[in-house]
């Protein structure tokens, strides 16, 4: 594009030199030039022309129009002096003068392009940059929408630091906090249960008699059979997930993880909170990359103009859970509420790790529960249960012995160290329970 912007201001630059007499294009300033340029350029081309031309030629003629508007206002005073008109023999001089001023107007825009074509090529910005948000810009920038048209490279292929091992490195003391996090929560996970089953049959949850602190569902949807070619797998509609038995297992203090795709499933899977007695309080979003498949996909919804590069996970709240209060249970703003990852193969429907990561940091529960899991997601410190699982370990007296021992043994519990590295809700104003202003001020300094 900025190409043949540049070959049209070329063409237009001579055929502008061809009707005004120029000898090339790049004259064409010189020619329509302020009176004392022309009049010094007539002086200078004038004894140029006569020592390299023959007589005879009129000098006009190759002057152009600077010269033939000298000789006519030198006509016009011999005229006057000699009694006559001024005006004779200058009949033509005001039409000139008009053609004149319009021209002036043409190549004052033709500079004033050649100036901006001058710019780009000197900001013309090479490999990944050169994507350009307008091309008449003295100051481009990077256009990344335009680039996805061109090229199916997403924008949110370029947000650097989005990698969990490198997404804190200017930030020690969250690294820090993530690293002590990552030890006590290896150390205190149970061993990974798994059970095959087939999740649509009643009474099918019932059969862990436990209660869970984490709840995630990943359930196949029927939109991932049109968006993503997923095949051989059992698809699962709205009206099936609301029917699963989740109060059955959700502990009176607990938390649920929805995904719930792109597209009607966030109305549809608030509906599923709702009836299993679930607030929503948040929706991670995941943003998926194509770094290594570039290209538009191909599958869109039935109707649909844009093409969707993210799916949402809904996150709802049973009980009462204050952040301010109940730390020894959940540690907010540890993570962000966005995920951004390579997005899955085609034919596959796997969600990232990082949520696992999430959850583990969030909730301090040890009571972990994935539904409709495989055998990639088998980890320690969850019970995975799913009907595309190829074997079953699941003991129900083993499991729940690991919680036994005391009343906090659900609980991953917390270092000294995390606990000043946290971030941490801002104390109440005033007296509260005893502990005056001046310790909230305390309070505020230490942390």
Known sequence: MLQWMRDQSKRRRLLLSEQLGAQESDSLCQVLGTEDERNQLYSDRSLTFRSNNPVGLDVTTSLGYSNTHQRLTIQGQQNLANGGSPNRNLSGCSSLSKRFRSSLADEQLISNDRQEEEDDTRYEYKGSSTFLKGTQSANPHNDYCQHYVDTGQRPQNFIRDYELHDRFEEYPKLKELIRLKDELIAQTATPPMYLKCDLRQPGSLGQLDSKFDVILIDPPLEEYQRTQGVTKTKFWS??????????????????????????????LGRQCLRKWGFRRCEDICWIKTNKKNIGHNKNLEPKAIFQRTKEHCLMGIKGTVRRSTDGNFIHSNVDIDLIISEEPPYGTYEKPDEIFHIIEHFCLGRRRLHLFGRDTTIRPGWLTVGPELTNSNFNSDLYKDYFSHGSTDYLTGCTDRIESLRPKSPPPKGNVNGVSSVSNMLYRKRF
Do not use: N, T, Y
């Open 238 to 267: 709205w009206d099936d997930i609301m029917h699963l038995e989740i109060e059955e297992v959700a502990a009176p203090r607990s938390f649920i993880f929805l995904w719930c795709g792109s597209s009607d499933g966030l109305d």
